[in-house]
């Protein structure tokens, strides 16, 4: 896995494959940033912005936007495997410093710092449907600037109930993966 696009292009991501996880497969991700900076109806603009990675795995969407000129990124893992990897590559790309990285679910209260963020990366696990929850929660706490994206990674044929929580903006399908690009109404 490598960093597709900024200034640490071209440089190795560490990841650890598994049965219960699934890593952001590169096309997908090139997408998913080719959305993000070509999309008229995207009013954010990755560079200087505040990104939270949650379910963040190896980190690699949040390393792509710190690659790509972001502020600051904030990842969210409960795995101890994955929080370790995490750390490891932080330290690898010499990011560390843009950084924070909370070992914890995010579905707990408390866990995600008071901050306004820019670009939200949701990426449960597939069966995890709790996720729609803490959406809930994000929007009722205001924890987003007023420009800002929510991007979900689902499984093609999940069926996730969003309410009047989030307004669709794009939606992409690729493989066995669904990407949402939304805003919270």
């Not at 209260?109 to 670009?119: A, G, L, T």
């Not at 990674?153 to 939304?182: M, P």
Request: charged residues 30%.
């Amino acid at each position: 896995m490598r960093i597709i696009g900024g200034n640490l292009k071209g440089k190795k991501i560490n990841f650890f494959k598994s049965q219960t996880t699934r890593p952001l497969k590169d096309s997908v991700k090139e997408s998913i940033f080719n959305v993000l900076n070509h999309s008229n109806k995207i009013e954010v603009e990755i560079k200087n912005s505040k990104v939270l990675d949650l379910y963040a795995g190896t980190g690699s969407f949040g390393i792509e936007c710190i690659s790509r000129g972001a502020k600051i990124a904030i990842f969210v893992e409960r795995n101890i495997i994955f929080y370790k990897l995490l750390v490891e590559n932080l330290k690898n790309l010499s990011i560390f410093k843009q950084t924070k990285i909370i070992n914890n679910n995010v579905e707990n209260d408390k866990v995600i710092p008071d901050e306004k963020y820019n670009i939200i990366f949701f990426d449960p696990p597939y069966k995890n449907t709790n996720f729609v929850k803490t959406l809930a929660k994000f929007k009722k706490e205001k924890k987003f600037n007023r420009n800002h994206i929510l991007i979900i990674h689902r499984e093609v044929r999940s069926e996730e109930n969003f309410n009047d929580l989030i307004q669709i903006i794009d939606e992409r399908k690729y493989g066995r993966s669904r990407i949402i690009f939304a805003k919270f109404i």
